[in-house]
Nanobody, 120 residues
Framework: QVQLVESGGGLVQAGGSLRLSCAASGSIFSVNAMGWYRQAPGKQRELVANNFNGGTTNYADSVRGRFTISRDNAKNTVSLQMNSLKPEDTAVYYC??????????????WGQGTQVTVSS
């Protein structure tokens, strides 16, 4: 079994910053893609940013230039530095990871979610 544990959400004023962190642990052979999604009330879950094996990185257009994703492959962690936050960034943020387990199979896992609220 694999667990993703998130931390770092909270309440911040518009223009402020927050940093989210996520650590993967358990029966892991390798972690492939790691990233962050978010879901606002009444909306579908959407990609915020992800990173493939420490190489290719993708950002949603709405956060590019404000958010930065970083990975520590040795520790199986991913972080999201969020600057210049806007009220529309308010959502529950979920960590996501594609993990190869020792059997060789690949599974997708989700964290429990962490609330980010940006006040105007």
């Amino acid at each position: 079994q694999v667990q993703l544990v998130e931390s770092g959400g909270g309440l911040v004023q518009a223009g402020g910053s927050l940093r989210l962190s996520c650590a993967a642990s358990g029966s892991i052979f390798s972690v492939n893609a790691m990233g962050w999604y978010r879901q606002a009330p009444g909306k579908q879950r959407e990609l915020v940013a992800n990173n493939f094996n420490g190489g290719t990185t993708n950002y949603a257009d709405s956060v590019r230039g404000r958010f930065t994703i970083s990975r520590d492959n040795a520790k199986n962690t991913v972080s999201l530095q969020m600057n210049s936050l806007k009220p529309e960034d308010t959502a529950v943020y979920y960590c996501n990871a594609d993990v190869t387990v020792p059997s060789g199979r690949v599974y997708g896992y989700w964290g429990q979610g962490t609330q980010v609220t940006v006040s105007s």
